[in-house]
């Protein structure tokens, strides 16, 4: 694992957030509501591979099955 992860990260929040600034200036609301949601779920799934693997480094460090 690298900083790579936080530099995909900080960006897809950037582009998150300049998209829904976009949307609500132009008094679309409610989609920029759903690309904010869309954005937090990729992010939350990027989230839980990391953690996922994780997990598995600690059972392989501490022999637990």
């Known amino acids: 694992m690298s900083v790579e ?3 995909r990260i900080a960006a897809i929040g950037i582009v998150v957030a300049v998209i829904c ?3 609500k200036k132009s008094d ?3 989609i920029a ?8 779920i ?3 799934s990027m989230v839980i ?5 994780l ?6 460090v501490f022999t637990l099955y």
């Open 5 to 7: 992860i936080i530099f």
């Open 21 to 23: 600034q976009i949307l």
């Open 28 to 30: 679309r609301d409610d």
């Open 33 to 40: 509501t759903l690309v904010g949601l869309a954005g937090l």
């Open 42 to 44: 990729i992010v939350l």
């Open 49 to 53: 591979s990391l953690i996922s693997e």
């Open 55 to 60: 997990f598995t480094a600690i059972q392989d």
